[in-house]
């Protein structure tokens, strides 16, 4: 049975990386990343080679069943995330909870967590807290947020920077603008903050603090290719006009209010302008990762011919088994991006139908795609071309058998090998002096000497040795073992025989016998 090792990376500084973490990436069979990008950049660092595999919540569902046989066949598996612990806020609970079902052990290391040095910089009360990580971002929130009116220890939440304000000010509906709070952002970085005070005086330095800096950010040229770049700028166009429109009537309604009261609003505003905009963008970047994905595939596709002359040979007939391959597994990946997308734009604050309508055009194409390697399949198989990965999947096959066969051998031999030691004793009997001797006896005590020669003892299973007789007329068991479990039976020549009458009350306490004679 293999072994999973749950492992803090840092949040920021990679000072704080242990060195234990260190050494159990080393010796990992497999390293699971929550992005394989990132934690290739930490590997690659302290020069750490080990295979990677990507795990995170678009497919956990998917890949533990595979992770939980790697560890069965007797695997050394690794789990990390982008930064910190794994399972706080990151994926980790599922593959977690599968190897304690299957008794798989699991280990923990202790490191970087980002809420504890936040905590414990506060100032707030640390003694007692609830961790409550990201809120919901609309269903299910207010009602989250509700039900902790009544909460005296210290809260701990996760958010990001985007909506920082926005959740702030909720808090402070809500918990009261009076209610202490400590915002910590850039942990164990350069720029590491800690903003302390009032709810009303968090919201006020981080509404005039970061105004400039966050509409720059949205007013920087953007230089990301899209799908249909037209398309995109009307997108964001409805975005700032909806926004503005919502500036205006505000101000129209709100004109006799308080000038600062206004500002803020105007700048709560502007600030949900440069979030929607920065989820639009990564939104955007799926996309296109999508559309290369597919841009790959019409260029496979057009290197498949599949007339007589192509097939003739071998290695033209092996080219297009490779094709077929590639755009097989490229249809596959563009059908988890696809999904991993849908999932984005279901948690996005952004809704747009024409993303909506962009997402199913691309569901149509795949399904199309889908349909015409399927129609080449059935035209390679017309021309008994085998592909590949059917070839692939029968060699798999039968190294599969030959495995469970190694395998079931194994445990059978394993299982053999803990029945006999669950059912092995052993026994010595002998005088005084020959049990000193033999350093068995020492000082009146039985067995209370490591150095005590085991060579001495006769192994017997205990489901059939039930009788050992000792050619001596009286006898003493040293060792202690439960009474009315055994008997000592004379002989017709007074000779005593050790009769188990319950041999697993009998061996309960020890497996070791030992019997003085004289």
């Not at 590997?43 to 919540?57: D, G, P, R, T, V």
């Amino acid at each position: 049975m293999g072994r999973l090792y749950v492992v803090p990376t840092p949040v920021g500084n990679l000072e704080d990386m242990t060195f234990r973490a260190i050494r159990i990436l080393k010796e990992a069979d497999l390293i699971l990343a929550e992005d394989t990008r990132t934690s290739g950049i930490l590997l690659k660092h302290f020069e750490i080679k080990n295979a990677m595999q990507s795990y995170h919540k678009f497919n956990e569902h998917k890949t533990v069943e595979g992770i939980i046989n790697r560890l069965k066949a007797g695997e050394t598996i690794a789990l990390v995330s982008d930064a910190g612990t794994p399972g706080i806020s990151d994926p980790g609970f599922l593959v977690v909870r599968e190897c304690v079902k299957n008794d798989i052990e699991v280990q923990c290391l202790p490191g970087a967590t980002a809420f504890v040095p936040a905590l414990v910089a506060s100032g707030l009360p640390d003694e007692r807290f609830c961790f409550e990580g990201f809120l919901p971002q609309k269903k299910g929130r207010m009602t989250r947020l509700n039900g902790l009116v009544e909460e005296t220890r210290t809260m701990i939440f996760y958010e990001s920077p985007y909506r920082l304000v926005k959740t702030l000010t909720q808090f402070a509906e809500i918990f009261g603008p009076e209610r202490q709070v400590s915002v910590c952002r850039e942990i164990s970085k350069i720029h590491e903050e800690s903003v302390r005070g009032t709810l009303q005086e968090v919201i006020a330095h981080f509404t005039a603090t970061e105004r400039e800096e966050r509409l720059s950010l949205y007013w920087q040229e953007k230089k990301i290719e899209v799908i249909n770049s037209k398309q995109i700028k009307t997108m964001k166009k409805v975005v700032l006009f909806s926004l503005c429109a919502a500036a205006v009537l505000a101000s129209c309604n709100n004109a006799g209010q308080n000038k600062d009261a206004l500002k803020l609003q105007n700048d709560s505003l502007m600030i949900e302008l440069s979030n929607r905009d920065a989820e639009l963008d990564e939104i955007m970047g799926a996309f296109n990762e999508i559309q290369e994905g597919f841009r790959e595939i019409n260029e496979a596709e057009n290197r498949v011919d599949l007339t007589g002359d192509a097939i003739e040979n071998k290695s033209s007939a092996d080219k297009i088994k490779e094709d077929i391959r590639f755009i097989s597994e490229k249809l596959k990946s563009n059908r988890e991006q696809i999904a991993k997308l849908e999932e984005q734009l279901k948690n996005s604050n952004y809704q747009s139908a024409q993303l909506k309508k962009a997402i199913k055009n691309l569901t149509a194409q795949l399904e199309e795609k889908q349909r015409q390697i399927e129609t080449l399949q059935a035209e390679l198989a017309s021309k008994n071309i085998r592909i590949a990965e059917l070839d692939e999947a029968v060699s798999d096959l039968n190294k599969n058998v030959d495995q469970l066969t190694a395998e079931n051998e194994a445990k059978t031999k394993t299982v053999a090998a803990q029945d006999k030691a669950l059912n092995t004793a052993w026994y010595v009997f002998g005088t005084k002096s020959e049990l000193k001797d033999q350093k068995i006896l020492n000082r009146g005590d039985v067995l209370k000497d490591n150095e005590f020669n085991k060579d001495y003892f006769t192994e017997i299973d205990i489901r059939k040795d039930k009788e050992i007789k000792l050619y001596s007329k009286r006898a003493t068991l040293l060792t202690t073992h439960p009474a009315g479990s055994y008997e000592l039976a004379k002989d017709d020549k007074g000779q005593l025989t050790l009769k188990i009458t319950n041999p697993n009350q009998f061996w309960s306490v020890s497996r070791y016998l030992v019997i003085q004679v004289r």
